[in-house]
């Protein structure tokens, strides 16, 4: 079984460091919730994490194709639940300049089903059974 192993470590009060290979980044909290505004809140690093995983599969099957679109850009919207703390859901929107729509369409539909990210969070539930609505969808 492969597996993925990333590291964080602890900065100072509020800021740690995530290292995956020989990429860091900073996680914090902003400056109204204790922190020092260093860095993305994990919960925002779990979104860009959806997008970046969803964006890298589509190039990827956009090349592979040498589909015309160009452009890619994705808007990840997380609504948070009262409690437990937890997105409830998360829309994924892609915009793209694309001659053929329906291709673009299509490409989604296979980066979607190749994301690591997106397959984990459509099978995650709160302790209460709730499962989080994820919605990926093409722009206008």
Same mark, same amino acid.
């Given at each position: 079984?492969?597996?993925?192993?990333?590291?964080?470590?602890?900065?100072?009060?509020?800021?740690?460091?995530?290292?995956? &290979?020989?990429?860091?980044?900073?996680?914090? &909290?902003?400056?109204?919730?204790?922190?020092?505004?260093?860095?993305?809140?994990?919960?925002?690093?779990? #979104?860009?994490?959806?997008?970046?995983?969803?964006?890298?599969?589509?190039?990827?099957?956009?090349?592979?194709?040498?589909?015309?679109?160009?452009?890619?850009?994705?808007?990840?919207?997380?609504? #948070?639940?009262?409690?437990?703390?937890?997105?409830?859901?998360?829309?994924?929107?892609?915009?793209?300049?694309?001659?053929?729509?329906?291709?673009?369409?299509?490409?989604?539909?296979?980066?979607?089903?190749?994301?690591?990210?997106?397959?984990?969070? &459509?099978?995650?539930?709160?302790?209460?059974?709730?499962?989080?609505?994820?919605?990926?969808?093409?722009?206008?």
């Amino acid at each position: 079984m492969t597996q993925v192993t990333v590291h964080v470590n602890q900065i100072d009060t509020a800021t740690s460091e995530g290292i995956a &290979r020989n990429h860091k980044v900073f996680i914090d &909290r902003p400056v109204g919730k204790g922190g020092a505004d260093a860095g993305a809140m994990g919960g925002e690093l779990l #979104l860009m994490a959806l997008g970046g995983c969803f964006n890298s599969n589509l190039l990827a099957a956009i090349k592979a194709r040498d589909a015309d679109i160009q452009d890619v850009k994705i808007e990840i919207v997380g609504t #948070l639940a009262s409690a437990p703390s937890r997105f409830s859901a998360i829309e994924m929107t892609i915009n793209a300049t694309a001659v053929d729509r329906a291709q673009l369409e299509k490409l989604v539909t296979i980066s979607e089903r190749a994301c690591i990210v997106a397959n984990t969070l &459509r099978n995650s539930a709160d302790s209460q059974g709730n499962a989080l609505a994820l919605t990926i969808k093409v722009g206008a």
